[in-house]
């Protein structure tokens, strides 16, 4: 189908998908440009395809655009030349090691997360519910497709560690009291990664077993969030 209209319901709908009430109103999110939406269908949750070049076919409903319909859709400085409609991905039950990450803010961080978790074996994140939407445009483009290849689950991480099996070791940093990650035994782990201003919350290290810190420079104060993940969970991953 070919649409040349901005002003078309479809467009307008697409456009809402663009904020975070719309996209849990709906449960869709939008993905833009060709690898992203190739990971997308390999994952089979596309709904949609919204597309510039009429010479391409998909075995989903698509819609043909001119470029001012996708400048209007497209949350790129430079528009995507095509964008999947998505179902939110379902959650599943926790397997292996898990990352848990208390009130994230920056989706570039997230991104890269989901990225490093997929990298390092983690099989779930568990994402508080006060942090960056998963849905978050930023968040799918800095994951480079890893987020179609994790199980992300948003809950109250109070309840979520105060229930985790007792297999499991709940790990976070501490910078003063902390021990080196190659000291600690574990079977599972439970990594917990705090916000990027304010570290993990007392309450939440309050739930944890062990802390541990990142050797470095004394010249370099503190580690990004996401920078922090990727070297534990890589700790972790080579135990």
Known sequence: MEL???N????KFWQKLNQKKYRD????????DEHLVTEALKKGIVKEIIALNKEEVYDVPTYYV???????????VTSAKIIAVCEELEEREVNGNILVLDKLQDPGNLGTIIRSAVA???????LSNDSVDLYNPKVIRASEGMIFYINVIRTNIIDFLDNLDSEYTKITTDVVNGKNIKEIKFNKCALVIGNEGNGVSNEVKGKCDEKVY???NDNCESLNAGVSASILMYEVNHE
């Open 66 to 76: 001119t470029d001012k319909i996708m400048n209007v859709i497209s949350s790129q």
């Open 120 to 126: 390092f074996n983690f099989d779930s994140i568990i």
């Open 25 to 32: 109103i709906e449960k869709l999110f939008l993905v833009e």
């Open 4 to 6: 040349t209209s901005i």
């Open 214 to 216: 990142i050797k470095m």
């Open 8 to 11: 078309n319901e479809r467009v």
